[in-house]
């Protein structure tokens, strides 16, 4: 599979050198600071959480998640297929969170046995065949776990480019995921909540919430908002992010998901 320096089509994206951008424009910025405080949020509204449980962060990236699982005192393993990422998060983790380079496809196949808890965050819009990842996950989690899983919304891509003034590009709906080219970070596989709705079903998983993330953050016209204005989107997005109809808009779609008891 390729990286950023040679990706290739029909494959999925790895960041091998893309860590350092990924610390600076997407965590060092509100974008990712609100995106995490949210996230975290809902779980901890929809998903029970107790001391000891095993946690799966599955393309766990820099390890923001595999740390915040580790002060809810649950045991978290990171897995990620970048090198680059992998070792800026052992760094900043320490040595008591396992990281394991690997992919879904490769870590499911070895796994002992399965988990508590997954997170799988910001991951199948980087995979060629994100419809895949549903039935492998559900693997991965033990009957009655669950699964948290955050998606790029490609219906909020739309209306992102329409605001930017993209309009030639969304009437004739082209050019709108990326192509995998150099530092661009527009995912390769955006989907919407219909199709992630049929591949959670089809995979047996039971949605027990869903909310958007970043529902009004990123149509904002001061990109780098105050700290005053970023304290008033957090509440603004804690009291409409499952609401009816910005939840639809929200950049990403996080749904928080049960693997039946008796399966």
Not at 214 to 234: G, I, M, S
């Amino acid at each position: 599979m390729g990286d950023e320096r040679g990706y290739q089509p029909g494959t999925d994206r790895y960041f091998d050198g893309l860590a350092e951008k990924f610390a600076e424009t997407m965590y060092g910025a509100s974008r990712g600071k609100l995106r995490l405080a949210r996230v975290q949020a809902h779980i901890q509204e929809h998903i029970p959480l107790e001391p000891g449980q095993r946690v799966l962060d599955i393309g766990g990236g820099l390890g923001q998640m595999s740390a915040w699982a580790r002060a809810q005192g649950l045991s978290p393993v990171l897995v990620e297929p970048s090198m680059d990422m992998l070792t800026f998060a052992r760094a900043a983790l320490g040595d008591d969170i396992p990281c394991v380079q690997s992919d879904l496809q490769t870590f499911a196949r070895s796994a002992a046995e399965p988990f508590d808890l997954v997170l799988c965050h910001a991951m199948l819009e980087w995979m060629a065949h994100p419809e895949e990842a549903l039935p492998l996950l559900y693997s991965q989690v033990k009957p009655g776990g669950w699964l948290s899983l955050m998606v790029f919304n490609l219906d909020a891509l739309r209306f992102s480019n329409i605001v930017k003034g993209n309009t030639t590009r969304v009437v004739e709906d082209r050019n709108l995921a990326g192509k995998g080219r150099h530092k661009r970070l527009t995912p390769i596989s955006p989907m919407t909540h219909d199709q992630v709705s049929q591949w959670i079903t089809a995979a047996g998983f039971e949605c027990r919430a869903v909310a958007g993330i970043r529902v009004f953050h990123d149509y904002l016209r001061e990109r780098a908002p105050d700290d005053k204005t970023l304290e008033e989107l957090l509440e603004l997005e804690t009291r409409f992010g499952a609401q009816e109809p910005y939840w639809r808009l929200g950049r990403y779609l996080h749904y928080c998901l049960q693997r039946p008891e008796a399966s």
